[in-house]
């Protein structure tokens, strides 16, 4: 998956639930584009009873105005630096598997609510959504197969059923199919499949997955021969990646501590119960993770080690399944780098302890891994971020981002077929203004050819799969995502750019050059758009991490567009668009930088009227939701309505509690609030205690899911129990808080394809009942 991709992901803990919220092919290396569908018959509209209410739950509703829920309030005060903090919702928090009867009680109650004002009088409308998704997708598809030697792996997608089917063919296309896998079979409420791996002599299917939600996997070993699985080797409590070794052995794979940080590598021999499974690596400082990724060459495995601040990888034989671990560079406070193997040489990106903070492509010996023996493979640029590599035998791929877009970048190997630098190198061309490319995996990639396998997509192409020949010189697209019902020419997207707020401007580390400019990536109908703000908008942010929310294809957003909005990402510091320096700007003490900069976004929208502020939505996700959360405490009428997905909002108090899964190492990311300063900016941004009396705030759609390990379901459930507290739905104009918490899922929603969709519709529906709502009585003032 090129450098660094699976273990990076870990990092990612109140992760990103974006534009297209599947995770079924990023962490697997499989990649594809089928997309997800659902039988028109299909409805899952929450059938939930409400329960006997208390004094304190939801209050009789009249036969057309329902009420919502009351929370029951309950002394607690937390006490920070002294200072007492009241907190009368905390009682919504249980760390146990099994919640608390009183607080199940209380998430039915909202849902019942969210069915009542919502899902049954939308009805109609989310079926008419639904059936606009299913008109745009090829409901029977199948990924672009890959060659491993005698066989062709895919998986496709069936009419009518929830989940992907793998199988194979031997020798030939034209052959009899064989399934390996088809999750349709299992019968679980909720699976996520985490990784799915044939061993190297295609005899044994390694796959693991989760069925609740909490992102806790089970390994399964399945006898392809027989088509048994090996119950003896079956693995519980793992994380979700593992490798093989290349004898068909052993498997590497990662398990999960009390507070859900994969830490600990173990080595499974085959044929063994995991009881006797050897411990290979285990990481103990808890801002560390760990992760296993194999190089393109197959020859190493690599157990990754990083925070996000620091980096280290270890190395073991691939060939051999009782390798010894070395390390390649000790850690070093403040250094990341990351490596993959190409010819007779390392190849390594490092960020020289952040003087190269975009990183820097360097290379060394097998044998001699040391820093000191580091040589430049490119000379540095500020302005490029270099963000994976992918090794071949006779070339390197070299993903970078530049202006806000990622590029492929090819380096040829020289006479004895390593990359040094000393022979050619140039990019790949693409038409668009606006669009992303993206490492297909190294499950797709055969090291010894001169093929290497990429996708692409924009707003408006359809994702593709393409291959790029380096001795042709020549890229052949393999497939492309047939979109039925969709003319690309009936619209138009563009970049606008929005000033940095002047007063916001910060310095990168080490002067890296920052764009004092917010990039935003826009989309309309071209015979809907008027130009006079009077289109509906809808603005979509993320701003944490690093990562970069590209424009990429989803066509679930022109049920938005089709309707007359202006569909918009805000492109923000604390993402990665812009490079390091952007990510940078945008975290610790200088986080309150991506509201201001998703603010200045929607004022830019206004500005060059694309829209209006009382007709437009915003939306963020996870790291996101707090992006809203923290955006409609500063700005309460920046939109019209708000939608903030598993939002994380509840900051100081989930950051103060070290039990709490996945928080000590985000002290890298939001800073340590066990420090003063850093408590008391946090706090100056933390969407739960910022909350505000007396001002009306936009309608609220917030989601949650009960088994969520990264963003709690308490989180969500605290801040809308405050904010119906407090009234901010209440003013002027009819404003409603819509609370959805999934029961019987996590952070990810809905793991079947069919119920994903269905959801999907049903928050595109809350939005444009809401905002008709609106136009129609602003028609009648």
Known sequence: MGFSSIWFMLLITRSILALNPSKTCTRTGIAAFTTFVLPQSTSIIPSLTC?????????????????????KKVPYKHKYFGVEYDDPYHWLKDMNKEKRSDIIDYLNEENAYAKTLHLEPNAKLIDTIYDEFISRIQEDDSDVPVYKEPFYYYKRTEKGKQYSIYARKKGSLDAPEEILLNQNDFDHEFQSLGFYRVSPDHSILAYSLDTTGDEI????????????LFESDT?????????????NKAIYYSVLDEIHRPYKIFRHQLGTPSEKDELIYEEKDLKFMVGLEKSNSQKFIFVSVGSSLTRETHILDADDSKAKLRVFQPRQFRHKYSIDHQGDNFLILT?????????KLCSCPLDKTDASNWVDVLPYDPLRHLTGVQPFKG??????????????RILEANAKGNVDGSASSYYLDFDEELFTVGDAGTSKQNYDSN????TYTSILTSPQVLEYDVKQKEKKLLKQLEVPNFDPSLYAMKRIYAPIPPETAANAPFDTPTPDRIPISIVYKKDLFKGDGTNPGYLYGYGSYGISIDPSFNSKLFSFVDRGYVYAIAHIRGGGENGRAWY????????RNTFTDFIAAADELVKQKFTRHDIMAIEGRSAGGLLIGATVNFRPDVAAIAVAGVPFVDVINTMMDEKIPLTVNEYEEWGNPNEKDFFDYMLSYSPYENLKSGVQYPD????????DPRVQYWEPSKWVAKMRDLGVDKGKEDRVIVYDCKMGSGHFGHSGRYAYLKEVAADYAFVINRLEKRIKAQSRL
């Open 51 to 71: 329960p006997a209410i208390a004094s304190k739950g939801m209050a009789t509703a009249t036969a057309t105005v329902p009420v919502p829920p009351v929370a």
């Open 217 to 228: 996997f089970t390994i399964y070993f399945k006898d392809l021969k027989t088509g048994q």
């Open 235 to 247: 693995i519980k409590g793992a994380s979700e990646e593992a490798e093989w070794t290349n004898d």
């Open 351 to 359: 960020d020289g302890g952040g003087k190269y903070l975009n990183f």
């Open 395 to 408: 070339f390197v791929a070299l993903y970078e981002r530049s202006d806000a877009l990622k590029r492929i």
């Open 451 to 454: 093929i290497v396998r990429f």
């Open 584 to 591: 940078e700007t945008g975290k610790f003490k200088h986080k």
């Open 700 to 707: 609220m759609l917030v989601k949650a899911g009960l088994n």
